[in-house]
């Protein structure tokens, strides 16, 4: 993006008519400010990563044996569930949301989200689905533990928890329409004057996308669970096949959610990325139309997909095809995004700062996700590794490598604009690194495991899988234990132990962001500021 | 003297004008979106509770379309 503002810091003169800020706890409960807003999210999903990532340190510690060592079966799928449950919903998903707070008001020259009430309850009403989610496990009859799918008949069968996990999931849904009703309004009318769509930084697509994808799936999913819960609770019979139901039917409700829902997850990612890796080089994004053109290819497609995840409930071969087909079809836009992002690097002057180690460690696990994907995509080969650890290392190097390490880079690159102080470069360069070899170690060999035929979602194996079971729960304690890396340099950060971060700490920052001071005033252009 | 209070006045009119256009605006988008969202949900419910593949077919396909209407027409108008 090689926007030039016309007006730099613009219109601070109206902050004395905010003068009223409340204090304290306050001061975070009723704020309207899309800067709070957005640390709000930052730390809500942070404090999700680290309960979701302590379910996912028991997980590994009772498979460091075969045998039951730690918790009970049926404790332990709860944890599977709540882990997947807690990391989608309550980590990645929120993150995506605070960078979108902070960053698309900054960079589109707006003052504020178009609904800033809206804001702050699309935010308030997280927590007590978090609530709802990990009080679940507490409830009688423990909490839900068919798969974070909640997959008929076992969802029909199951307690209390399962309604509290029905309910969270209302709630969050809710929350997140709101939250992209607030984007997409925010990104269509409220951009500054002379910023064209085609000048939108990448960022602010990947969202617009996103915030489609997310009014389009959530209700889906919505009305999913809402049907289990007439199934459970009012007699009903959607999914039920004691009254005539069809459980498979389910499936396809959800993955008709689930499916784009991944894509929800890994958009913001590349709009992050596409903002870190021109900076870096110094150069501008290469091919920045057909960027935004790959990123609606992508949003659609991830529609054709869903059955996918269904290729062995028995589809017609010209459904398993199809469906076979179109999901190969995905890489050609994703293609289109790591040739561009390659491109850009191409004879540029990088220089590897923490944001840009991540982001290359980014393109390198996310391709490896991506061609596991392609694997799984070809039905024999999936009609062998479904529901295997295969299915699980594919997964974690698009989540975690994927989004989760473009969140940590979209950090690192963003924070000395938001506290004015510069990160401990060690610090985070040791981040990276450890956090690179243990998610490797932690995750590579559940390809070995999942080919050699471990199935997931059990908490006991046969002897012969012990070996890559034990490396891996090394390797996720490790990568667990790296995160307190990143928690001591950000509140650091926040400390103000570091440098003073001047206006545009990176030489390539070409965006709006760049031209506000560091940190970023509290309320920033409130006279719009002219593109030219 | 008058002049300036009166530039001024006009100035603050302008702007309150303004915003509340925008308001308007941005009322008018969020309420598209959120029939959309409405009508999803409708939409995947009611392909089962009808029992009929064409009836879910055709608001889900609705939904879609309206969606797509509204994301591009909007976005080409803007540029």
């Known amino acids: ?532 | 003297m008058g002049d300036a209070s009166d530039m001024h006045a006009n100035a603050t009119g302008e702007r309150r004008e303004r915003a509340l256009r925008q308001r308007r605006a941005n009322v008018r988008v969020a309420l598209i979106l959120a029939a959309i969202a409405v009508l999803f949900f409708v939409g995947a419910i009611i392909a089962r509770y009808m029992g009929g593949l064409e009836t879910g077919m055709s608001i889900l396909g609705l939904a879609g379309v309206v969606l797509m209407v509204v994301a591009i027409t909007r976005n080409v108008r803007d540029r």
């Open chain 1, 1 to 532: 993006m090689s926007s030039v503002p016309h007006d730099h810091v613009a219109g601070h003169g109206h902050d004395d008519a905010h003068g009223y800020h409340p204090k304290g706890i306050m001061r975070w409960i009723t704020t309207t400010n899309h800067k709070d807003i957005g640390t709000l999210y930052l730390w809500f999903s942070f404090t999700m990563f680290l309960i979701g990532g302590t379910m996912a340190m028991t997980i590994r510690a009772e498979l460091f044996e075969p045998g039951m060592q730690i918790v009970d079966p049926e404790f332990f799928n709860s944890l599977t569930t709540l882990h997947g449950l807690i990391m989608i919903f309550g980590a990645i998903m929120p993150a995506a949301v605070g960078f979108a707070n902070w960053m698309i008001p900054m960079m589109i020259g707006a003052p504020d989200m178009a609904f800033a009430r809206m804001n702050n309850w699309s935010f308030w009403l997280l927590p007590f689905a978090a609530m709802l989610l990990v009080g679940s496990l507490f409830a009688p009859g423990g909490g839900a533990a068919g798969g974070w799918t909640m997959y008929p008949p076992l969802s029909i069968q199951m307690g209390m928890g399962m309604d509290m996990t029905i309910f969270a999931i209302h709630i969050m849904g809710a929350s997140s329409i709101m939250g992209s009703i607030n984007i997409i309004t925010t990104i269509l009318n409220m951009r500054a004057p002379g910023m064209t769509m085609m000048k939108l930084p990448l960022f602010c697509w990947a969202w617009l996308i996103t915030a489609y994808m997310l009014i389009a799936v959530m209700p889906v999913l919505a009305g999913a669970v809402t049907m289990l819960l007439t199934d459970r609770h009012f007699g009903t019979s959607f999914f039920n096949a004691a009254g005539g139901g069809d459980p498979v039917l389910f499936q396809h409700v959800f993955w008709f959610f689930g499916h784009p829902e991944v894509y929800i997850l890994i958009l913001p990612a590349f709009g992050i990325i596409s903002e870190i890796i021109p900076t870096f080089s110094r150069k501008p994004l290469f091919g920045y139309a057909s960027m935004v053109y790959a990123l609606s290819a992508i949003a659609i497609l991830s529609f054709l997909v869903w059955a996918h995840h269904m290729f062995t409930t028995g589809l017609p071969t010209a459904g398993l095809l199809f469906f076979m087909y179109a999901t190969m079809l995905i890489a050609v836009p994703t293609g289109v995004k790591v040739f561009n992002w390659v491109a850009t690097m191409w004879r540029g002057s990088i220089t590897f700062e923490a944001p840009m180690l991540f982001a290359l460690g980014f393109l390198f696990l996310f391709t490896i996700g991506g061609f596991t994907g392609l694997v799984l995509a070809i039905v024999p080969v999936d009609v062998q590794l479904q529901d295997t650890y295969y299915v699980v290392a594919h997964f974690h190097y698009v989540m975690v490598a994927g989004s989760l390490f473009a969140f940590f880079g979209g950090i690192y690159y963003w924070i000395p604009k938001w506290t004015g102080t510069m990160y401990d470069e060690r610090l985070g360069k040791l981040h990276f690194w450890s956090s690179l070899i243990a998610f490797n170690v932690a995750f590579f060999p559940m390809h070995f495991l999942g080919l050699a035929g471990m199935p997931r979602r059990i908490p006991d194996y046969s002897q012969q899988f012990t070996d890559w079971n034990q490396v891996s729960s090394i390797g996720a304690f490790w990568f667990g234990a790296s995160q307190l890396i990143f928690l001591y340099a950000v509140l650091k950060c926040i400390a103000g132990k570091g440098a003073k971060a001047p206006a545009k700490p990176w030489e390539g920052g070409t965006t709006l962001e760049w031209t506000l001071p560091s940190p970023a005033p509290y309320h920033t252009f409130e006279t719009p500021p002219v593109i030219k």
